[in-house]
């Protein structure tokens, strides 16, 4: 797996965090909510280029998911 890919995995994931938060608060942003599901979405096409199966890109991002999460004692 590429640096590129892992990168946009690790993009992708932190955007879809970043939506969780401002949908959390009390008044989100609408404006902001939009940008961010816009780059998500950017940064998910950018992936499906280089990876067009659906399937073999969530084995990926668990993988890498995985590797960037410390682990519980």
Known sequence: MTQMIER?????????RE???E???RTPDQFRLT???KERLA???RLFRHIPD???MRRM???V?????????
């Open 8 to 16: 946009l995995i690790a993009a992708h994931w932190m955007l879809n």
């Open 19 to 21: 939506i969780r938060r």
């Open 54 to 56: 659906a399937a073999e």
């Open 43 to 45: 940064v998910k096409d």
């Open 23 to 25: 949908r959390a608060r």
């Open 65 to 73: 998911l995985r590797r960037a999460r410390p682990a519980h004692a």
């Open 61 to 63: 991002a668990r993988a």
């Open 35 to 37: 940008r961010l599901k």
